[in-house]
């Protein structure tokens, strides 16, 4: 089984800046793809970056330039550094990660949120 935990939000001001960090743990895994989604207060669940295997990076365009997503492949970690904040980044921050299991299956696994306040 495996879990994944977030830390690094909190409450920031316009033009200021957050990183979060999200790590999984577990066994008998390979973490493929890791990507953070966010979701705001009355809105539904949006992507915002992806980071392959591989380390090749996209971005929604609501946040390129501003936000860059890294990988530690040695620790299964994942990090979103948020920066030039917006007061419509507020949002509660999910990392997602792509597993596969040592039986050939494929798991989207997804943490428990972390919640982001852009204050204006």
């Known amino acids: 089984q495996v879990q994944l935990v977030e830390s690094g939000g909190g409450l920031v001001h316009t033009r200021g800046s957050l990183r979060l960090s999200c790590a999984a743990s577990?066994?008998?895994?390979?973490?493929?793809?890791m990507g953070w989604y966010r979701q705001a207060p009355g809105k539904q669940r949006e992507w915002v970056a992806t980071?392959?295997?591989?380390?090749?990076?996209n971005y929604a365009d609501s946040v390129k330039g501003r936000f860059t997503i890294s990988r530690d492949n040695a620790k299964n970690t994942v990090d979103l550094q948020m920066n030039s904040l917006k007061p419509e980044d507020t949002a509660v921050y999910y990392c997602?990660?792509?597993?596969?299991?040592?039986?050939?299956?494929?798991?989207?696994?997804w943490g428990q949120g972390t919640l982001v306040t852009v204050s204006s």
């Open positions: 997602n990660v792509g597993v596969i299991t040592t039986t050939g299956g494929y798991l989207a696994v």
């Open positions: 577990g066994s008998n895994f390979r973490v493929n793809a």
């Open positions: 980071i392959a295997s591989g380390g090749d990076t």
